[in-house]
């Protein structure tokens, strides 16, 4: 318990480093910070609790509520004088950021597998997810609670496994696609399929089905999560790998930190961890090890099969959820056979690495948004202290400015 304390603290420590001296790059108050990337979004939302979303907020509805009736319990537990609703996005990032990196390393014990070097690995190596962790994103949380998840399966509590990755689902709803590897794994190990099992892994899904249902009862406008989302993102499902075939020109991407060389890199990891699962899968026969590869191939599988430059330039963001399968796949496959003096240089690089990515991706994003989206921003970030939600009509505002209108 003393260790993942010690490797919690660490954590978000490293992180709110990150966010300081991100935010000084980029000009803004702390904060401030945490209203860029899509965090005026979710700062909308969490005011809008404890009856979430409002007929008037219809392209809000896209996003996942999970992340920000965490920041609207946090700032219900917090005094109003401490921190304001950009803080609070930011700590609803940094704190399960800390305790999915506590949980990753009680993983890889419950595993059997060497838990320092890949706990380090899990930290650090990902530079997208260090910067999310960094900065108001839901990935952080998502990852914690599927992480539980898995924490949970391996020590037989089914019940738990399942409500721990449901809360992960209405975090990032790309979660829910983890159910179809947890039914697989639970079929291997229990080597039957009954009713009881059918029903307790109805529940997510019909759980989603009543939270589309309340949306559109509450927003009457809503038409579906993906409509709703296209006014921000628009992309489509599209043959695998094609986006990322055609996007391979670096002149396509950010020249001021390596998004390019980095994404096609995690490509060849999660493709090579994968065939490494196959490969320990057919031999061992595990459940655990057929969950992880079945975990790794349906969330690559989804997201390189999205369409434009967009689904690549997002890939690193929308596999996050791959990244600790693919970890624990590699702890159990090298064991402890990696010297602890390359571990320790190992992690010292890659966090020096992710540190200055954040670094140059975070004072890019917000200098784009400042310089381009202004014309919400300043407002947003002037109504920080307020408990009042301000719904933007996006869509309308887009079609505006394509008429020439002020």
């Known amino acids: ?21 991100s935010a000084h790059g980029a000009g803004v108050g702390l904060s401030e910070l945490g209203a860029y990337f899509d965090g005026h979004l979710y700062l909308e939302i969490a005011r809008s609790f404890p009856l979430p979303f409002s007929p008037d907020g219809l392209d809000y509805t896209g996003q996942a509520p999970g992340y920000p009736a965490f920041a609207w319990l946090l700032r219900a537990l917090l005094p109003d004088a401490w921190i304001d609703w950009g803080g609070v996005l930011l700590l609803a990032s940094w704190l399960p950021a800390g305790a999915a990196t506590a949980i990753f390393y009680a993983v890889c014990r419950e595993l059997g597998a060497p838990a320092l070097w890949p706990t380090a690995l899990f930290a650090v190596g990902n530079p997208r997810l260090f910067t999310m962790a960094a900065s108001s994103h839901p990935e952080p949380l998502a990852l914690c609670l599927a992480l539980l998840a898995l924490l949970a399966f391996l020590r037989g509590r089914l019940g738990w496994c399942l409500a721990w990755i449901t809360l992960a689902g209405f975090t990032r709803f790309a979660a829910f696609l983890v159910l179809a590897p947890l039914l697989a794994a639970t079929v291997l190990r229990e080597r039957r399929l009954d009713l009881r099992t059918l029903a307790l892994f109805a529940i997510p899904p019909a759980l989603f089905a009543l939270y589309l249902a309340y949306l559109h009862a509450r927003v009457p406008a809503f ?29 396509l991407w950010s020249s001021t930190h390596p998004s390019f060389q980095l994404t096609y890199a995690s490509l060849g990891f999660y493709l090579a961890m994968l065939g490494a699962g196959v490969t320990m899968a057919l031999r061992s026969r595990r459940p655990e090890t057929w969950l992880l590869t079945l975990w790794i191939a349906i969330v690559l599988g989804v997201h390189v099969s999205l369409a434009g430059v967009l689904g690549a330039w997002d ?5 996050a959820l791959a990244w600790p399968a693919a970890l624990l796949l590699l702890a159990v496959a090298v064991g402890r056979d990696l010297p602890r003096g390359a571990a320790a240089a190992l992690t010292v690089l890659l966090l020096c690495g992710s540190g200055l990515y954040a670094r140059a991706q975070m004072t890019e994003a917000a200098a784009w948004q400042r310089d381009s989206q202004a014309w919400f921003l300043p407002e947003t970030l002037a109504t920080l202290d307020s408990n009042e939600p301000r719904w933007i009509d996006f869509r309308a505002r887009a079609a505006a400015t394509s008429r020439g209108e002020p």
């Open 315 to 319: 890939f690193m963001r929308l596999t």
């Open 1 to 21: 318990m003393a260790v993942c304390a010690a490797i919690a603290t660490i954590t978000v420590g490293a992180h709110v480093a990150t966010a300081l001296i």
């Open 223 to 251: 038409v579906s999560v993906a409509e709703s989302h296209r006014v921000f993102w628009q992309t489509h499902f599209t043959w695998p790998f094609r986006a990322l075939v055609r996007s391979f020109d670096s002149t």
